[in-house]
């Protein structure tokens, strides 16, 4: 059972297909999933917390105090789930979703939530068509968010098209196959090194040379890997980032040669290295002990080469798989190419700063696989959905033998 002992929050707001989630709630936990339920301030006008209490067979949550005074601890209850739902997601929450407003439990919980979140929308025709609403629904699902659109149906207002929450059984159906994905650790038994983050190299106690990488990218892959049942080594330069899954080991480094050192520590044990970082290809050739001063009106800084980790990893892989990245600015895909060459790659992920939204520090990106024999192009999307695609190619390649 795909569902056992799994834990189901399910958010409730204020439409009339909130009756609906009565059947979901029993399709559930029929199937061994434990479920809590909030509910919007206005979802009560349309569902009974009593009724949903008896069904879900726990408390119903639908404000920061309980009646007795006692705190609901909004941050607990969402770290408590594996997979929060929202349905039905009205437009007035959507909107709250795609623009971080917080003035209610619900929403204090979907902020706080680290786990999966999928949102049902359900609105009348005219509503789910608006741009605004589409705009959302575009936004929320750059987040991360699983949508299950809307189906076509007769809606509350008499009209005819899509706006109508999916159907009960087709969201219980969506959560299970949900978990039957993520239940199947696609990658267990395979150890991934991953590197993350920018590297800084002094100049003296004071200033480095840095670059503008958050390592949201390659954090993105090691979740996703860990997700996948991968032992995860990530070796990150300096990042304001924090892991989220237990199966991940992270060993912070400032610099390249310290990433270097980091990275032969444990190389030869892996199966599968994937070099995320953007590592400084040069260093100073002498880092001063004390500040330097600002006495003269010019001054030189002599750099010296950093070792390549990607191609040291290249020239040592013994049926290792070996994925690098390439950020360019122009000539593109022959300078990818010529990496993927020179590195002794088995695949790249371009990725270019002249595309708007891809590269350093945003949450999306906009990437191209190059291997030795073809190529794939894929949209802009969040780096979650771009670390998914990564990990679904790394899964063919290790079947393919590569
Ligand atoms: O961290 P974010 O803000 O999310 O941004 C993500 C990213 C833009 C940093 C990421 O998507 C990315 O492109 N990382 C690689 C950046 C880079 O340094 O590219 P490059 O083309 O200069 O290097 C090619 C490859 O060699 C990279 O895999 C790099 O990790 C590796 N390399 C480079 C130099 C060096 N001395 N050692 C290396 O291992």
């Given at each position: 059972?795909?569902?056992?002992?799994?834990?189901?929050?399910?958010?409730?707001?204020?439409?009339?297909?909130?009756?609906?989630?009565?059947?979901?709630?029993?399709?559930?936990?029929?199937?061994?999933?434990?479920?809590?339920?909030?509910?919007?301030?206005?979802?009560?006008?349309?569902?009974?917390?009593?009724?949903?209490?008896?069904?879900?067979?726990?408390?119903?949550?639908?404000?920061?105090?309980?009646?007795?005074?006692?705190?609901?601890?909004?941050?607990?209850?969402?770290?408590?789930?594996?997979?929060?739902?929202?349905?039905?997601?009205?437009?007035?929450?959507?909107?709250?979703?795609?623009?971080?407003?917080?003035?209610?439990?619900?929403?204090?919980?979907?902020?706080?939530?680290?786990?999966?979140?999928?949102?049902?929308?359900?609105?009348?025709?005219?509503?789910?068509?608006?741009?605004?609403?589409?705009?959302?629904?575009?936004?929320?699902?750059?987040?991360?968010?699983?949508?299950?659109?809307?189906?076509?149906?007769?809606?509350?207002?008499?009209?005819?098209?899509?706006?109508?929450?999916?159907?009960?059984?087709?969201?219980?159906?969506?959560?299970?196959?949900?978990?039957?994905?993520?239940?199947?650790?696609?990658?267990?038994?395979?150890?991934?090194?991953?590197?993350?983050?920018?590297?800084?190299?002094?100049?003296?106690?004071v200033r480095f040379i840095g670059n503008h990488s958050s390592g949201k990218m390659g954090y993105a892959i090691a979740e996703e890997a860990a997700k996948r049942g991968a032992s995860v080594q990530l070796i990150s330069?300096?990042?304001?980032?924090?892991?989220?899954?237990?199966?991940?080991?992270?060993?912070?480094?400032?610099?390249?040669?310290?990433?270097?050192?980091?990275?032969?520590?444990?190389?030869?044990?892996?199966?599968?290295?994937?070099?995320?970082?953007?590592?400084?290809?040069?260093?100073?050739?002498?880092?001063?002990?004390?500040?330097?001063?600002?006495?003269?009106?010019?001054?030189?800084?002599?750099?010296?080469?950093?070792?390549?980790?990607?191609?040291?990893?290249?020239?040592?892989?013994?049926?290792?798989?070996?994925?690098?990245?390439?950020?360019?600015?122009?000539?593109?895909?022959?300078?990818?190419?010529?990496?993927?060459?020179?590195?002794?790659?088995?695949?790249?992920?371009?990725?270019?700063?002249?595309?708007?939204?891809?590269?350093?520090?945003?949450?999306?990106?906009?990437?191209?696989?190059?291997?030795?024999?073809?190529?794939?192009?894929?949209?802009?999307?969040?780096?979650?959905?771009?670390?998914?695609?990564?990990?679904?190619?790394?899964?063919?390649?290790?079947?393919?033998?590569?």
């Open positions: 059972m795909a569902l056992k002992n799994k834990n189901i929050l399910i958010g409730i707001t204020g439409g009339i297909a909130a009756y609906k989630i009565h059947t979901l709630i029993r399709l559930l936990v029929k199937e061994g999933a434990t479920v809590k339920v909030i509910l919007s301030p206005s979802a009560e006008n349309f569902v009974s917390p009593n009724t949903l209490s008896v069904l879900s067979k726990n408390s119903v949550y639908t404000d920061f105090f309980s009646s007795q005074h006692a705190w609901n601890n909004h941050v607990e209850l969402a770290l408590w789930a594996d997979l929060m739902l929202i349905a039905p997601c009205t437009a007035n929450t959507l909107g709250k979703i795609a623009h971080g407003l917080c003035d209610n439990f619900l929403m204090a919980t979907y902020l706080s939530a680290k786990c999966p979140v999928m949102i049902a929308p359900a609105m009348d025709l005219d509503m789910y068509a608006h741009p605004t609403t589409r705009q959302n629904l575009d936004t929320i699902e750059d987040f991360g968010n699983i949508i299950i659109p809307a189906e076509e149906g007769e809606l509350a207002s008499g009209l005819f098209g899509a706006g109508r929450m999916s159907e009960p059984e087709t969201i219980f159906e969506q959560i299970k196959k949900h978990f039957e994905v993520a239940n199947s650790l696609s990658l267990e038994g395979k150890k991934i090194l991953i590197t993350a983050g920018p590297t800084y190299e002094a100049i003296d106690p330069g300096p990042t304001a980032l924090h892991i989220q899954h237990n199966n991940i080991l992270l060993t912070r480094v400032t610099s390249a040669q310290e990433m270097y050192d980091e990275v032969f520590k444990h190389f030869d044990t892996v199966d599968i290295a994937i070099a995320a970082a953007a590592v400084a290809d040069y260093t100073p050739k002498i880092k001063a002990s004390e500040k330097i001063k600002k006495n003269e009106d010019t001054m030189t800084i002599e750099l010296i080469k950093n070792p390549d980790i990607l191609r040291t990893m290249g020239e040592r892989k013994k049926e290792q798989l070996l994925i690098g990245f390439a950020l360019e600015t122009e000539n593109e895909e022959a300078n990818a190419e010529a990496k993927l060459v020179k590195k002794n790659l088995d695949m790249i992920v371009l990725n270019s700063l002249k595309t708007e939204g891809a590269g350093f520090q945003k949450d999306t990106n906009q990437v191209t696989f190059i291997y030795p024999n073809k190529k794939e192009s894929f949209t802009l999307k969040n780096k979650n959905k771009v670390a998914q695609d990564i990990l679904n190619a790394v899964e063919i390649l290790v079947e393919n033998g590569f």
